[in-house]
């Protein structure tokens, strides 16, 4: 895998985030986890993008959709990070992936013929977590 660190503007919110992603060709990437400013970047999606005057790239185009679910909750601070990560590790174990941004975001991508539902696993726990629909 070529992963490269590639700098993105994301025109509608006006910031940059800063990526690890694979290089497929010149201009042409796939994600390797989640861009928390864009919610189209996710897990295994892939893009195309162009070099702007700051010489930053701009996302022209998503030429193949993510192959997992993703969903985004916000954590709450009455559970101790290690709850949230035995949910992680699950998943993980089963194709999945699992990320948290600023400490209490959680994007979690969950493999289209994951055997459990996520949510009623997140009740049984009883983590409490929001999901963030946009």
């Known amino acids: ?37 864009n919610a189209k970047l996710t897990l295994g999606t892939e893009f195309e993008t162009k070099i702007n005057e700051e010489q930053k790239h701009e996302v022209i185009k998503i030429t193949k959709e993510s192959e997992f679910i993703t969903c985004r909750y916000r954590l709450t601070p009455n559970h101790k990070e290690s709850d949230y990560r ?38 049984e726990l009883d983590l409490k977590m929001v999901e963030i629909t946009e």
Request: charged share 30%.
């Open 1 to 37: 895998m070529n992963e490269v660190k590639i700098e993105v503007y994301h025109n509608k919110e006006k910031v940059t985030t800063t990526l690890y992603v694979e290089q497929l060709s010149e201009n042409k990437f796939r994600m390797i986890d989640n861009d928390f400013c």
């Open 86 to 123: 035995m949910l992680g590790k699950e998943l993980t174990k089963r194709g999945g992936f699992w990320q948290v941004d600023l400490g209490s975001i959680a994007t979690v991508n969950i493999p289209k013929d994951f055997e459990f539902d996520i949510d009623q696993v997140i009740k």
